[in-house]
């Protein structure tokens, strides 16, 4: 919840927000370098702890929207379609939501499974369905957002956060921090529109 004093903002989520994304970033930059020096990433389960941190930097910006949004006149979906826009379809806080919502439930999804053509020694490839045909509701919103930027695949976070990144500072960083005066225009925006509304409503009762 964010207070204005003389226009300026008193945000105290903002700044717990500000510090846990950095740490996440200092996480991953620690990351990234025993990437650099693994023979076999993927085997050292250097990407898996990757996502981990990720998943978890994009619940906290998604715990800051709920805790920003409610104390204006607009719904958490009205809210997500104000500030930058990273597609001509997509806004900034769409994707990071997305993001959210996919790591928290994604185990959840019922993906089936498709047995492929036997190769030449007579194996059956099993392999995950990936084009979220199966999925309905929340799970077909989540799905169609995150595909809009990066194809569900492994380390889909990691792809979804280096795309973000990408598509909001033409940089190829992949850490949260960039993303955070992003967020403060967010904010900005969001209190700017919903003084708007409380002035037409109070105008339309004149």
Sequence with gaps: MYLKVSNKFADSDFYF???????IDTELSEIDKQIKQSKDPDSDGLCDLGEYFIG????????YITSTYPQTSFKKMQSLKLGHKINDDLYLLEAINAGANYWKHENEWPFPLNEGEPDDKGMIPIEIDRTGSNLKGIQKITYDTITKITPYADYTLSNLLAGIVLKTTNTSN????????????????????????KEEEEASQI
């Excluded at 927000?17 to 740490?23: A, T, V």
């Excluded at 978890?56 to 715990?63: C, K, L």
């Design 56 to 63: 978890y930097g994009f619940i906290a910006i998604q715990r």
């Design 174 to 197: 992949l850490n949260f921090s960039v993303l955070l005066s992003f967020i403060k225009e967010w904010r900005k925006k969001l209190d700017v529109e919903n003084q708007k509304h």
């Design 17 to 23: 927000l500000e510090k846990f994304l950095r740490m």
